[in-house]
Nanobody, 127 residues
Framework: QVQLIESGGGLVQAGDSLGLSCVVS????????MAWFRQAPGKEREFVAA????????YNDDSVKGRFTISRDNPKSTVYLQMDSLRPEDTAVYLC????????????????????WGQGTQVTVSS
C-alpha cells in the first residue's frame, strides 16, 4: 500500500518562509514523479510544483516561480517544498502527489495524472 505523509505546515506571517516534507512508503520512490498541489477553501485544487524521478527537472506554476523550490532525496523517499516570501494568497492545504513513470512534462501539472495522494498539510499565511 502506497502512503504519502506530509508534514511541516503551520501559521506564518507574510514574507516568512516554511518548508514542507512528504515521505513516501510502499513504493520505489525513484520510479515516481512527484508534485505538490494546493487547495484553498472554496477553490479547486491547483498545481504548485513538480519534480522528475531523478530530480533533474523541476516545473513550477507561474504563481510560485522565484519563491518556491521543489526538491527530492531519493534515498530518504522524501520530496520537499521550500516556500519563501509567502503571501496570504498562498494559504491552502498543500498535498503531495506521486505518479508512476513515465510522464512527460505536459502531464506533470495535471491533477488527473497522479496515482497517489497524501492527506495534506495546512499552510496559513497571515497579512
Amino acid at each position: 500500500q502506497v502512503q504519502l505523509i506530509e508534514s511541516g505546515g503551520g501559521l506564518v506571517q507574510a514574507g516568512d518562509s516554511l518548508g514542507l516534507s512528504c515521505v513516501v512508503s510502499g513504493a520505489t520512490f525513484g520510479l515516481l514523479e512527484m508534485a505538490w498541489f494546493r487547495q484553498a477553501p472554496g477553490k479547486e485544487r491547483e498545481f504548485v510544483a513538480a519534480i522528475t524521478w531523478s530530480g533533474g527537472t523541476t516545473y513550477n506554476d507561474d504563481s510560485v516561480k522565484g519563491r518556491f523550490t521543489i526538491s527530492r532525496d531519493n534515498p530518504k523517499s522524501t520530496v520537499y517544498l521550500q516556500m519563501d516570501s509567502l503571501r496570504p494568497e498562498d494559504t491552502a492545504v498543500y498535498l503531495c502527489a506521486a505518479k508512476r513513470l513515465p510522464a512527460g512534462l505536459a502531464q506533470l501539472a495535471k491533477e488527473s495524472e497522479y496515482d497517489f495522494w497524501g492527506q495534506g498539510t495546512q499552510v496559513t499565511v497571515s497579512s
